[in-house]
């Protein structure tokens, strides 16, 4: 079997090159990994895999107005058709997310397509502006360099990392045109409520049977066999014991103390929780409350794609938070589609979950993560004092839908307000176990068990869709 791994961006690489999945599917075949990445990016991974995978790098692609139109127009299509259930919350973010660029023509271009998502804004325009969409691509001039390379190639299965991104959307109609088996990887928990995906695809590999009925839901038009539930690998990393560091030289190594307790601040990116570094002081000065010889300590660890210095107020005015810096590679701005995990860094944020003794965020998967290691988690579910001159409502957040069945099993602790947070902090850890069947109830239901067989899950589906051509 010869597969093409398509990675358009940064956000594939730690599913599919920094878990076992390219050593498993190289089992089966050859294996061509088809990128757009910098060099310094992929490096890395061309010396740890060698010459068992080749390595191409993707046409340059740039998406037509129109085409681009109909992308978003489709997005928008769908948050309208489901706005009603989903209590407009992914909708409302939308159009915040919008109204923060304030050029004209970006204003003219998105209210042109919040009108024409509108108009078809039930399950079936949705699907038929997505139909619009890829004929309108399929006549792209560029179109000829990826048929090009896929002939030249003649892969037996084509897999697409990123299922939202609008370059990998001609590398699909390709193969589509061309009747290669293509399918797609659903990549985070809360993708598929947030509107119509950008590529297409013959099948779709999903995290669980949660997410499957999220597909039924939001894709009727799919046929059932091609939907596949196989986990994510992101999560593979907290089985693997070679990646363990003992919690004594670790904690230390990063200026923590391994007799206190610690907890772990994981930040947001900027546009889900603007007032991450409010929340940041407020636990600090909280947790500067408690006695001495009862206080617990501060790790913090920003987002990734979060390379703003909107932290160092907080940080300079409790210098006793103790930072520790994700090992990522940047290029370019620095957004999500231009950064990249390292290796190191998934030993590193495999061994903070391992040692943390609880996390505290807004709403985020590291919650999940802290969980497989039997951690509790705290959600912060209250309005800063800074906050409340703006638009922006914590509330809003833990409205989407991808969170409802987490209101349903409450496996997190929730911190209301700022005079209550550190009696919360205190009351997990000296509580851990108290949620302890809530957590592993929401796990299971989110990720295909167990856990650390989604790779070989991945590519056993790989091979009955590429064993389905003939």
């Given amino acids: 079997?010869?597969?093409?791994?398509?990675?358009?961006?940064?956000?594939?690489?730690?599913?599919?090159?920094?878990?076992?999945?390219?050593?498993?599917?190289?089992?089966?075949?050859?294996?061509?990994?088809w990128h757009d990445l910098p060099t310094n990016v992929i490096a890395p991974y061309c010396d740890r895999f060698g010459e068992n995978v080749h390595w191409e790098?993707?046409?340059?692609?740039?998406?037509?107005?129109?085409?681009?139109?109909?992308?978003?127009?489709?997005?928008?299509?769908?948050?309208?058709?489901?706005s009603r259930e989903d209590n407009y919350a992914n909708l409302q973010r939308r159009r915040r997310f919008a109204t923060q660029h304030t050029r004209t023509k970006y204003q003219l271009f998105q209210n042109s397509a919040k009108m024409l998502g509108k108009i078809f804004g039930t399950v079936h325009g949705a699907a038929r502006l997505d139909t619009w969409h890829f004929r309108l691509a399929a006549t792209s001039p560029r179109l000829p360099a990826y048929t090009d390379f896929l002939q030249r190639e003649k892969p037996d299965v084509l897999f697409c990392a990123n299922q939202r991104i609008a370059t990998a959307v001609p590398v699909m109609i390709a193969a589509?045109?061309?009747?290669?088996?293509?399918?797609?990887?659903?990549?985070?928990?809360?993708?598929?409520?947030?509107?119509?995906?950008?590529?297409?695809?013959?099948?779709?590999?999903?995290?669980?049977?949660?997410?499957?009925?999220?597909?039924?839901?939001?894709?009727p038009e799919k046929p059932e066999s091609s939907l596949h539930v196989c986990g994510t690998p992101q999560f593979e990393h907290y089985f693997n014991t070679a990646l363990f560091e003992e919690r004594v030289p670790f904690l230390r190594r990063l200026?923590?103390?391994p007799t206190r307790k610690t907890v772990l601040f994981s930040g947001d990116d900027l546009s889900t929780s603007p007032f991450d570094?409010?929340?940041?002081a407020e636990l600090a000065a909280a947790l500067r409350q408690v006695p001495e010889?009862?206080?617990?300590?501060?790790?913090?660890?920003?987002?990734?794609?979060?390379?703003?210095?909107?932290?160092?107020?907080?940080?300079?005015q409790y210098p006793e938070i103790v930072v520790s810096e994700p090992a990522w590679i940047y290029a370019g701005t620095g957004d999500w589609t231009q950064t990249a995990p390292t290796m190191e860094d998934v030993r590193l944020l495999?061994?903070?979950?391992?040692?943390?003794?609880?996390?505290?965020?807004?709403?985020?998967?590291?919650?999940?993560?802290?969980?497989?290691?039997?951690?509790?988690?705290?959600?912060?579910?209250?309005d800063p004092s800074a906050a409340l001159s703006t638009s922006f409502r914590i509330a809003g957040v833990y409205q989407f839908p991808h969170?409802?069945?987490?209101?349903?099993?409450?496996?997190?602790?929730?911190?209301?307000?700022?005079?209550?947070?550190?009696?919360?902090?205190?009351?997990?850890?000296?509580?851990?176990?108290?949620?302890?069947?809530?957590?592993?109830?929401?796990?299971?239901?989110?990720?295909?068990?167990?856990?650390?067989?989604?790779?070989?899950?991945l590519v056993a589906a790989l091979r009955a869709i590429a064993g389905g051509k003939s």
């Fill in 1 to 33: 079997m010869k597969t093409i791994l398509v990675i358009p961006d940064g956000v594939g690489i730690r599913n599919f090159l920094c878990a076992r999945f390219i050593e498993l599917l190289r089992e089966h075949g050859d294996v061509v990994v």
């Fill in 57 to 82: 790098r993707l046409p340059r692609y740039q998406e037509g107005i129109l085409e681009r139109l109909l992308r978003t127009s489709k997005l928008y299509a769908q948050l309208y058709a489901f």
């Fill in 176 to 219: 589509r045109q061309l009747g290669i088996p293509s399918a797609t990887f659903v990549y985070s928990w809360d993708n598929l409520p947030k509107g119509r995906m950008a590529v297409p695809a013959n099948h779709y590999l999903l995290w669980s049977d949660h997410m499957r009925n999220e597909m039924r839901r939001y894709y």
């Fill in 255 to 257: 200026g923590l103390d």
């Fill in 277 to 280: 570094p409010c929340y940041l």
């Fill in 293 to 316: 010889a009862e206080r617990p300590q501060i790790c913090f660890r920003r987002c990734p794609a979060d390379l703003s210095k909107r932290y160092q107020p907080a940080l300079e």
């Fill in 350 to 382: 495999c061994n903070l979950a391992r040692h943390g003794d609880v996390v505290v965020n807004v709403g985020s998967t590291m919650a999940m993560d802290f969980a497989i290691f039997d951690k509790p988690a705290i959600f912060l579910a209250y």
């Fill in 403 to 457: 969170l409802k069945l987490l209101h349903q099993l409450q496996p997190v602790h929730w911190a209301k307000s700022a005079a209550t947070l550190g009696e919360v902090v205190m009351h997990a850890l000296a509580h851990p176990q108290e949620k302890a069947e809530a957590r592993r109830r929401w796990v299971e239901a989110q990720v295909c068990q167990p856990m650390d067989q989604a790779s070989e899950r």
